[in-house]
C-alpha cells in the first residue's frame, strides 16, 4: 500500500490506511490538525489554503459525522465542495464505479473522499485514475477508516500527552469495524502502553493475533476493562454482521455494555470514547455516552480539524 500512498519523496498521495504510518507522521499531521484548529480560531474563520481547489464527497455508505465534517473542512480551507449525490445520479441506471470517477475526473477535481460498503473500493479508485487528483478514504467496508483513527489519536493526545503511559481497550464488534482497525494502527504506532481488545469470540476476527500482534485479546469486559485509562466502545456493524452473532441487545448490552458500574473497575478518570453513531443500552449506557469522563463530542470536533489538516496536506501547494 505504501506505493500507492505516497510518492517518491514520502509525501502523501492518497490516503488509505494508517497501516505502515510511523510515530513521527502521525504526530506530523495531528500537529497540522492543532495548528488549523489555532489560526481558524476553532473554525470561526475560515482559511483560503485550499482556494481553487475542488474537493468531491462520495458517499456511498450512510454518514453523519465524517460526510460533514469533510465538507466543512474543505468549505473552511476555502475549497469548492460537491456532495455528490448518489441516489440521484446515473449509479442507479447502471454506470459503473470507475466510469463515474473518470467522468467526475473530466470535469476537474483535486480529490475524492470515498465511502464505500466494498473494503478496498478507495484504493481500487486510486489506482484507476486518470489525474493527479487524491483519494481520501472515509471508511471502506471493516478496512479502514483512517481519519477516524487520526481523529481518535488527537483526541486522545490532547488529554493524555503521555500516550505511551495509557492502558487503553476497544470493545465491541471488532471483527466488522474499520474503527477498531484504524485506531489499532494509530495508538500502536504512537507507542501506547496496552492496547486490550474486547469482544465475544464471534465478533473477533478469525486471525486476530496475526492481524493485531500488537493487542491483547478478551472475552469478558469486566476483565478488560480492570485498570484502564481510556475505553473505545463500538457499535455493532449490523449491516456487515450475521444477526445471529448476538443472542440479543439486552443480552450483549448485559455482557459488553458500558455501564456506570463497569466503568468504576477501570481508573478513576479513564476516558471514555466511541465514534459514533451510538446505540444507547446497546454498547453504552445513556447515562456514560452524557457522563463527564466521555469524550464523544470531542471526537466530533476534532474530526474536522483532522479533515483539514488531510485535505491540506495532500492538496495545499
Ligand atoms: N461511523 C463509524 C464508521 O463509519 C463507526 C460506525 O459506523 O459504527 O465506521
Known sequence: MDELQFDANGRLRHLITLDGFDRVRIHGMLDRADALRRESRDGACPLDLLHGRTVINLFFEPSTRTRTSFDLAAKRLGAQVINFDIARSSTVKGESLLDTIHTLEAMHCDAFVVRHAESGTPALIARNLRTRAAVLNAGD????????????????????????????????????????????????????????????????????????????????????????????????????????????????????????????RARADCLVMHPGPINRNVEIAGEVADGTQSLILDQVANGVFVRMAVLAELLAA
Not at 486471525?207 to 469486566?222: I, R, T, V
Open 141 to 264: 467496508g471493516n478496512h479502514a477508516h483512517p481519519t477516524q483513527g487520526l481523529l481518535d489519536a488527537l483526541t486522545l493526545r490532547r488529554q493524555r500527552p503521555d500516550l505511551q503511559d495509557l492502558r487503553v481497550v476497544i470493545c465491541g464488534d471488532i471483527r466488522h469495524s474499520r474503527v477498531a482497525r484504524s485506531d489499532v494502527h494509530a495508538l500502536a504506532a504512537l507507542g501506547v502502553r496496552e492496547l486490550r481488545l474486547c469482544a465475544p469470540a464471534n465478533l473477533l476476527p478469525e486471525s486476530a493475533a496475526e492481524e493485531f500482534p500488537q493487542c491483547g485479546f478478551f472475552h469478558n469486559f469486566d476483565e478488560a476493562i480492570d485498570g484502564c485509562d481510556v475505553a473505545i466502545m463500538l457499535r455493532l456493524q449490523k449491516e456487515r454482521m450475521d444477526l445471529a452473532a448476538i443472542p440479543s441487545e439486552a443480552e450483549y448490552f448485559a455482557q459488553y455494555g458500558l455501564t456506570p458500574a463497569r466503568l468504576k
